[in-house]
């Protein structure tokens, strides 16, 4: 919640990892610790996040070297490197060092050829966790540019290594660099996402999901695809992130696939011999592409283009859900709203509308899951039409054997012809009611071409071409086609008129009454000792 907006709260999480007692406490406080403080350089949370590291925890040590690279982001701080790199060249604790690995990268974010002698030390060095984190100090240092030297730096590597997990990196890396030139990312990952490695396979999926996030890029997708089928089951897990964020807030008719890939999702994660790691791979999926309520898009650049540094931390530590799940809520940060907000001088809301000239389908939210309850039930009156027709049959044979005559048959025949002579009837009847409602469908109204969204409005990125305010009362101070809060300036046609204001909503409107209705809190219970019988 205070990721770059520390404040007091950083006071508040440098005193509880101080006075921590458990190591779970401290994991969470100092990863709480680095994400408040990101970006300040501030040097009495760097000491007390090294003071942690020291300790040689393992489960603390992680996420103190990831915090220690959070709380120096982009400061090339050559102290804190020298810290970081020998403490990872001495410990014995692979947590630990993972840990540093993404702090150090972290250290260079944006630093450019400033960063270039420690990526050249670490991709030397013989330990392939160091290796890779040269892979991602390589991403943070480049990250938007779409640097050649780097990006042939990084292929290198991903064809020439000999450590998976590296190799891995490499490839992932290429996303960070190209996603400012999503169209770009399709052709370099391409042999990549066919190659014989499954490591390789799923970077280059996810370097397709970083770079192409929010595009609905079609070839993108097309590289995808098959790896949905793929063999191992962590390439398939990738495939279905990846194809998550490249789809979210992408409709129909934006992009077609969206409708295989949503039921894709839903089969496999409902799928009991499904593999785990491609399950888990599923329900972050539709977590992703449906984040927000629908109402954010995932992206590694602000509005107006420039590179967000939220956005690109978030999913680097994002993809270290690999090695600890938790660390998949990182990816919130690259989370984007995607709204229009007018708001007046005196930052209030005025009721204003705002035209967007495009159907409503075209950007609207997909339609809800319904359960299919109707098909059940016709399954079960016919299994029980089954079992009586058998019943007959049986009946009917034993009345034979006793009594030899032939009339049963007949009986039997008439039965059955009566059912005929019912289901026909039952069939017409269908047909019937098939009949009246197609004119009922063919009645319906055709779909505007056009949609006016109040103050404020869900606005997609592709929609901002196409809204414009034509309410004369007021006139934007910048381009509402950048999105995001427009202040509105009042015209001199609206300047007379008395102003009219949104009315705000009331969080938790239910949970007040209740609460009161309820009255008091019921008191503990007694103390009691416990035996055991």
């Known amino acids: 919640i205070h990721a770059n907006h520390g404040g007091d709260i950083t006071e508040y999480l440098l005193g509880q990892v101080k006075d921590a007692g458990s190591e779970q406490i401290k994991h969470g406080g100092c990863l709480g610790l680095g994400l408040a403080a990101m970006g300040t350089h501030r040097a009495d949370v760097y000491e007390q996040l090294k003071f942690c590291l020291y300790q040689d925890d393992a489960v603390t040590g992680e996420a103190a070297g990831l915090a220690m690279g959070l709380c120096e982001l982009g400061s090339k701080s050559a102290s804190a490197i020298e810290d970081m790199v020998a403490y990872a060249q001495e410990t014995q604790h692979e947590k630990i060092l993972r840990g540093l690995a993404v702090g150090i990268s972290l250290v260079m974010y944006g630093r450019l050829e400033e960063a270039d002698p420690l990526i050249e030390s670490l991709t030397r ?26 990006i042939r730096k990084l292929l290198h590597v991903a064809v020439s290594d000999v450590n998976d997990d590296v190799r891995r990196a490499a490839v992932m890396g290429l996303g960070f660099l190209l996603f ?8 370099v990952v391409q042999l990549l996402s066919e190659s014989y490695n499954p490591h390789v ?14 595009t609905g890029n079609k070839e993108a997708l097309g590289l995808i ?27 129909e008719q934006t992009c077609p696939k969206v409708k ?8 496999v994660i409902s799928d009991k011999h499904e593999d785990v790691m491609a399950k888990f791979g599923a ?10 309520g629908r109402n954010v898009t995932v992206s590694l650049q602000s509005r107006t283009g420039h590179t967000s540094m939220l956005g690109v931390v978030g999913m680097l ?50 339609a809800n899951l319904e359960e299919k309850k109707k098909e059940d039930k016709e399954k079960v009156t016919t299994a029980v039409l089954s079992i009586t027709n058998k019943q007959k049959k049986k009946e009917a044979e034993k009345k034979k054997d006793k009594d030899g005559a032939g009339e049963e048959k007949m009986d039997v025949d008439s039965e059955k012809k009566d059912d005929k002579k019912e289901k026909m009837e039952v069939d017409e009847k269908k047909d019937e009611e098939k009949k009246e409602d197609k004119p009922e469908e063919e009645k319906k109204e055709p779909e505007p071409l056009f949609e006016m969204l109040s103050n404020p409005a869900r606005v997609m990125k592709a929609q901002l071409k196409v809204i414009n305010l034509e309410d004369g009362k007021y006139r934007p101070m910048k381009d509402i086609s950048i999105g995001g809060i427009v202040l509105l300036d009042r015209a001199e046609l609206g300047a007379e008129e008395e102003e009219q204001i949104v009315e705000p909503m009331e969080v938790n409107k239910g949970a007040t009454t209740s609460t009161e209705e309820e009255g008091d809190e019921p008191s503990p219970p007694e103390p009691f000792q416990w035996t055991e019988d």
């Open 225 to 251: 695809e098959p790896m949905k089928n793929d063999p191992t089951n962590y390439v398939r897990q990738g495939a279905l992130i990846a194809s998550a964020m490249i789809l979210v807030q992408q409709t």
């Open 260 to 267: 295989d890939f949503r039921a894709l999702y839903t089969k």
């Open 180 to 187: 400012k030139q999503p169209d770009h990312c399709p052709g």
């Open 283 to 292: 329900i972050l999926a539709q977590g992703i592409i449906d984040a927000g």
């Open 201 to 214: 396979r799923y970077g280059a999926a996810m370097a397709l999901g970083i770079a192409c996030a929010g």
């Open 125 to 150: 060095d013989k330990d392939a966790i160091l290796r890779r984190s040269g892979m991602y100090t390589i991403a943070m240092a480049y990250c938007g540019t779409g640097n050649n030297s780097a």
């Open 317 to 366: 530590v994002f993809t270290q859900y690999w090695y600890w799940f938790p660390l998949s809520h990182f990816l919130s940060l690259a989370f984007q709203p995607t709204a229009v907000i007018g708001l007046n001088s005196n930052l209030d809301m005025p009721v204003v509308k705002f035209k967007s000239s495009a159907k409503p389908s075209m950007f609207g939210y997909p």
